[in-house]
């Protein structure tokens, strides 16, 4: 996709309701947050940001922080150190913070199961018991990304999202499947009000898939709203 700060730049020109940048190899490498790049991005952005990656202390989240970023992601530091998200909730308040769970369906099991680590580390716990942990702890938001659905353009599971926002009492975004704007809309008449966030429907258009960043305009995003029954 190139430059991420000229990706940035480009979204400031659209408008974006809110831009979450996932450094999506900085836990299975081991590695810490690029404070370097992330003060670069947070300077360039004119909208809401939420940075996520190799997250795993709250110093580490005061510096993002201070950098100009509103919001962090944590994952794999969400599932192995509950307290770790409790710490940040009472530094910088729960809506500072959103839990990320990663799911997939285990092929033998053939039920959703939690994993970290980019889809290749199992959470021996159920799902539900790892968001409960989460919201317990005080995390702001819950996001869930479906692996199998991640950048198939091929629709949500509506089942599984209806069921973890039914069971909420904090705010659901769901990742995963988003393949037009028409999809997103579906999914909330189905499964409640939520959010929604997209990467490749975002960056990719016509039907050869073409890189090309793209947004809904204002008129757009307002015929959007009104597909909505009862939110």
Not at 59 to 70: Q, S
Not at 91 to 119: E, M
Not at 158 to 182: D, M, R, V
Request: hydrophobic share 40%; charged share 25%.
């Amino acid at each position: 996709m190139g430059d991420p700060l000229n990706a940035v730049r480009i979204f400031n020109g659209f408008e974006v309701d809110e831009l979450i940048i996932i450094d999506i190899d900085a836990s299975v490498n081991s590695r810490g947050p690029n404070f370097d790049l992330i003060s670069a991005i947070a300077y360039e952005s004119r909208m809401p940001l939420c940075y996520g990656g190799g997250i795993s202390s709250a110093l580490e989240v005061k510096k993002i922080i201070e950098a100009g970023v509103e919001k962090v992601s944590i994952s794999s530091s969400a599932v192995k150190n509950p307290k770790l998200i409790k710490s940040i909730a009472e530094n910088f308040g729960s809506q500072s913070i959103s839990c990320c769970l990663d799911i997939k369906k285990h092929v033998q099991k053939g039920s959703y199961r939690a994993y970290t680590h980019n889809g290749t580390e199992e959470v021996d716990r159920e799902i539900f018991e790892v968001i409960n942990s989460f919201v317990e702890q005080g995390a702001g938001e819950i996001m869930i990304n479906n692996i199998d659905r991640d950048g198939t353009m091929e629709g949500f599971d509506k089942e599984i999202i209806k069921k973890i926002n039914t069971s909420l009492e904090i705010p659901l975004t769901a990742i995963g499947g988003a393949s037009s704007l028409t999809n997103i809309s579906e999914l909330i008449n189905e499964c409640g009000l939520i959010g929604v966030a997209a990467g490749r429907l975002w960056s990719l258009i016509g039907q050869n898939r073409s890189v090309l960043l793209n947004y809904p305009s204002k008129q757009e995003k307002l015929d959007f709203f009104k597909n909505f029954k009862n939110h």
